[in-house]
């Protein structure tokens, strides 16, 4: 069967597309236009507790997947309470809103989250770390790497911990012109010695995270010097320099090494976890329950979004242009950081993994694709509403597919006839067995 495959395989080649390539006309997947919501009766004189717990009620509310709308503004009303009475709850026993998420199932019986979070792995110790301890730990792993390699442990921290780049590229480069000066021209004494309290060094330098210790473990050493140009009979000043030690001389190479690993180096950056799962056959394929790790909110825009609901209803009463469209559009994709996406194969069986809301269709091509036994085999995926998603290049955001989606998965018809034709078995299911043989049951 394998050899069956093979040549058809290569058979391909003449009339049907590679992996990547496009295989019709882009077109985007419509997404549904947010149904408007009518917000609760504010409460007079809460306090900055009551204010957040509401905040993040009516927040979770627009998470969950609902099976009917609510029937009137009085039902709506209802829930919340019932959120802010679990809010409440949950503040009393000292829990945030994520734990009493995670430990505290829903009275009514609702699903079990879909995943338990948003979670990365370390490109240091390959540790899997949930969102929230994701930066302690690059914290910990880049500090535990400085008994093996100082130099690059400090440039690590220099690229990693300081977010404005704009600044880390000035740094660095004028940490570059000071190495090069004293590769180029050793005998200068001067060029060994920086002050501190240089205004250049001050204000490009001694501000990013990192960079003393990346001065120390290239061979500097802080020393009190006296201010050069004084005459004997004035009272001599001493200020603070980072002077280079006198067998670094002997080092020079060393120095412009450092120097390139230095200008060359990226953020250590944790790498998403896809989470990868299979699942069964279910009736539950498209039911998502999505912790708040999903959501890009923070504390202000909760309180925003809350603002922004009072006015839904008013708002859905008034003809609006196509630019104000597109512009509540366009905000509602950047509330969300990541999604959620299901693929359902033509046996039944449902593919699962977590994604950047801003990667592009391309990824999950490539991630349904190292899943297949055969990898080789053409397919196409459609989503909601059964469009094809053929411009791999747009993002899911644009796409609609965020923050949770189920997609079906498509065949090429003219290779499955070929099968066919051939006589050939395919196998029970297209999926790696190893995939297979850790497979789950949707709850």
Not at 342 to 360: H, M, W
Not at 416 to 437: I, N, Q, R
């Amino acid at each position: 069967m394998r050899k069956f495959f093979q040549e058809l395989k290569a058979d391909l080649k003449f009339k049907t597309a590679g992996p990547g390539q496009k295989l019709s006309e882009p077109s985007r997947v419509p997404r549904e236009k947010p149904k408007a919501e009518a917000a609760p009766k504010p409460r007079q004189g809460p306090t900055d507790e009551a204010q957040m717990a509401a905040a993040a009620a009516l927040a979770r509310m627009e998470l969950k997947a609902k099976a009917k709308a609510p029937s009137s503004q009085e039902a709506i009303r209802n829930q919340v309470r019932k959120e802010l009475m679990a809010e409440a709850a949950a503040s009393e026993k000292g829990l945030s809103v994520e734990e009493e998420d995670l430990t505290c199932p829903d009275k009514d019986g609702a699903a079990a989250l879909s995943v338990s979070g948003i979670y990365f792995i370390c490109p240091l110790t390959g540790a899997v770390v949930r969102k929230d301890q994701k930066e302690k730990h690059l914290r910990e792993a880049i500090q535990l790497y400085f008994s093996v390699d100082p130099v690059a442990a400090s440039i690590m921290e220099i690229h990693t911990f300081n977010k404005d780049r704009e600044k880390v590229r000035a740094g660095v480069e004028t940490v570059a012109k000071y190495l090069d000066n004293i590769y180029l021209h050793p005998e200068e004494e001067k060029y060994r010695k920086i002050k501190l309290q240089n205004k250049v060094f001050q204000e490009r330098i001694s501000c990013l995270e990192g960079i003393h210790r990346f001065f120390q473990a290239i061979g500097f050493e802080t020393k009190t010097l006296p201010v050069p140009g004084q005459g004997k009979e004035s009272k001599q000043t001493t200020e603070e320099y980072y002077v280079l030690k006198e067998e670094m001389l002997t080092k020079l190479e060393d120095l412009k090494d450092y120097k390139e690993q230095l200008l060359s180096s990226e953020p250590v950056r944790a790498q998403l976890d896809r989470q990868l799962s299979v699942f069964k056959p279910s009736p539950e394929a498209a039911r998502f329950e999505l912790p708040n790790d999903f959501y890009n909110l923070t504390a202000e825009e909760i309180k925003r979004e809350q603002r922004l609901r009072t006015e839904a209803v008013e708002k859905a009463s008034m003809l609006r242009t196509r630019a104000m469209r597109e512009k509540e559009e366009q905000r509602e994709m950047r509330k969300y950081n990541y999604t959620l996406l299901r693929v359902r194969f033509p046996d039944g069986y449902i593919l699962q993994g977590t994604f950047y809301a801003r990667e592009s269709v391309s990824v999950l091509y490539a991630f349904v694709r190292e899943a297949l036994r055969d990898d080789w085999l053409p397919f196409e995926l459609l989503g909601p509403g059964g469009l094809k998603l053929t411009d791999e290049n747009l993002a899911f955001n644009e796409c609609g597919l965020v923050p949770a989606a189920l997609l079906t998965l498509a065949w090429d018809a003219a290779v499955m006839a070929d099968v066919e034709a051939a006589g050939e078995e395919p196998p029970a299911s297209p999926l790696k067995p190893e995939l297979l043989s850790r497979v789950q049951t949707l709850s």
